[in-house]
């Protein structure tokens, strides 16, 4: 073995050159704060929202006698979901203009 191929047998291989593992692009790959915050704030916000839904046609079916309505849980945690989804929000307002600036 010459010097520079014992080199190259020591080095770790790179995600493309090892079989079966797809490559990682460079660009785009690093997820930043902003992204991770809208996402949990969307997330939240779709929890909700499945919740109020739930909670809307629970109502519905004791105003047309089919049922009890919504259950005590159900109120206190669509309470606490809403709560959650105001706190991302505007944690999210509060930080977007100094993520904005870090970028110029």
């Given at each position: 073995?010459?010097?520079?191929?014992?080199?190259?047998?020591?080095?770790?291989?790179?995600?493309?050159?090892?079989?079966?593992?797809?490559?990682?692009?460079?660009?785009?790959a690093l997820r930043t704060r902003e992204v991770e915050?809208?996402?949990?704030?969307?997330?939240?916000?779709?929890?909700?929202?499945?919740?109020?839904?739930?909670?809307?046609?629970?109502?519905?079916?004791?105003?047309?006698?089919?049922?009890?309505?919504?259950?005590?849980?159900?109120?206190?945690?669509?309470?606490?979901?809403?709560?959650?989804?105001?706190?991302?929000?505007?944690?999210?307002?509060?930080?977007?203009?100094?993520?904005v600036a870090r970028r110029?």
């Amino acid at each position: 073995m010459t010097p520079s191929s014992l080199r190259h047998a020591e080095r770790p291989m790179r995600a493309a050159e090892r079989p079966g593992l797809d490559a990682r692009p460079a660009v785009g790959a690093l997820r930043t704060r902003e992204v991770e915050m809208r996402e949990a704030l969307a997330a939240a916000t779709r929890e909700r929202s499945a919740l109020q839904s739930r909670i809307a046609c629970a109502f519905r079916h004791q105003v047309a006698g089919d049922g009890d309505g919504p259950s005590e849980a159900d109120l206190m945690l669509f309470a606490q979901m809403a709560v959650q989804e105001q706190r991302l929000s505007r944690r999210f307002a509060a930080t977007r203009p100094a993520l904005v600036a870090r970028r110029r």
